[in-house]
Every structure is written in C-alpha cells, then in structure tokens.
C-alpha cells in the first residue's frame, strides 16, 4: 500500500447494538479491510490493546463474528489529565457471501491487528466453464 | 453481596477518559505534522503515563524522542495485501506520522521507559525531581 501520505486521525465509531446490553461499558467497531482472492476471504481488523488470547471469532449461519477484549489493567490507578480518545471492547459482524470452510479459519494477530484468513468451501471456488 | 463486575471498571474508566477529553491541561502545545497519533495522558502521583493507539506500526518503524518538557513521536505504517486480490472494504489507513507535544511539566527524559504491545505505545514519563513540588516549613 502507498505509505507516502500524512497519517491523520481516523475518528473511532462505536458499536451501534440492536439489543440492549446488560453491561454499560461502550464497544468499539474495528477499523476494517476485506479482501477477497480465487482461495480466500481475508479480514484485517484494527484492535489496539486485543491480545491475541482474548479475540472470539464465530461463523454462524453465515455472519462472521469478531469479538476483541482489551486489556485496561494500565490504566488501574491513574489518574486522566488529558484525553484525545476513548478505550472498550470491540465487536464487529459481517454478512459472507460465500461459504467458508470453517474447520481451516486461520488467525493472526499482530500489532494489534488481526488478520482472518477463511478459505472458500470446494463449492464456492470459482470455476472455469470451457465453452464447447 | 455482589462482587465487582469487570464491565462496571470499564465503563467508569470510559466516564473517567470522557470527562478528560481534550482537557486544556495541554492547551495548544500539540506541534509538528498533524495530531496522528492519538493521545491520552494519565497522572500516577508527580509522575506521567502516555498511552498511544498505533495498530499496524511495527516496532522498528516507530521513534520515540524526549526533551526537557516535549515528546517526539514518529513513524510509518504500511502494509501490504496480494496483488490479485480484491478489495472489498477499504477502511484502513497506511502513511507516515511526526507528532511533537509540548507538556506544561519538566520531564527526566533519560528515566522514560517505553513499552510497546498490541499496537499501544505506552510512555512511563518522569517528572524531573526540579519540578516537584516541595513542602516549606513555616517556622
């Protein structure tokens, strides 16, 4: 990817829920790219503060589910004296438009940054027709 | 008796973080190239904690500089997907960041300790011990 512009600040969205939770704490929406090749579907997701130990993912009925617990325990005891973003949990779902084998999901995390490679079922890999 | 739940420390830490934004304890003294990487600054007793987002950045990309009361930060972020791939949600950000904060406090930048995990840089910041506050004894 081109590295040659200025970073600006990508304002964080917060996780509008169609229910109601139980507990109070906001979550957060990770910052998301989506790729798809011949193979696979790949999902990169921003999660500053996620060990790689506290990530869920499910596929279920066809939505993919990512779910990133943050580690907080830094700020135990510290007081805020000045503040340019807020910190929570993330969760984020997406709709899959092809089927996806889901025994052979593979995760990487890194950097904060989780890539989620889903390898297409045998079904869903496109093939080529040989027009006779 | 109910015992504490983790949630309930989250969401009076998000309170605690809200009713700090943008605070003018800074004032303007954010210079350098634009305001990437967001901030947040945090007190344990005279000395400073700065915790900084950074998803993406590698370690060996990222550079940290310390003065008598600025701090420097700077780097780039890229990464790179498959050439035949397509891209379907393009949300993510690549370039570079120089971001130098002025602190309304002496620091000791020697004693700055640096940790980098998950994509959070967090700085343990110490006050020069010329700028704590000392107690005078009314005789």
Known sequence: MVSGQELQ???????????ESTAPARMFLPTTDIYETDQALTVVMEMP????GKVEIN????????????????YEALQPVYTEYNIGNFRRSFDLSNSID???IRADMKDGVLTLTLPKSEEAKPRKITVA | MIGMDPFD?????????????????????????GAF??????????????????????????????????LRLSG???????DKASLHRRERIA???????????????????????DGILVLFIPRAESDKPRTIKIA
């Open chain 1, 102 to 104: 889901q025994g052979k």
């Open chain 2, 76 to 82: 780039t972020k890229s990464f790179d997907y498959e």
């Open chain 2, 37 to 70: 990487p967001p901030i947040n600054l945090l007190q344990q007793g005279h000395d400073f904690v700065a915790v900084v987002e950074l998803p993406g950045v590698r370690s060996d990309a990222l550079s940290v500089e310390a003065k008598e009361n600025s």
């Open chain 1, 49 to 52: 503060g996620v060990d790689k």
């Open chain 1, 9 to 19: 600040v990508q304002e964080k969205r917060e996780l509008q829920k169609k229910e």
């Open chain 2, 95 to 117: 370039g570079s960041f120089d971001r130098t904060i002025t602190l309304p406090i002496r620091i000791d930048p020697d004693r700055i300790n640096a940790e980098y995990r």
């Open chain 2, 9 to 33: 420390a989250l969401f009076r830490l998000q309170r605690a973080l809200d009713t700090r934004l943008a605070s003018d304890w800074l004032s303007s003294a954010t210079a350098g190239i």
């Open chain 1, 59 to 74: 596929v279920e009925d066809g939505v993919l589910t990512v779910e990133g617990g943050i580690d907080f325990s830094k």
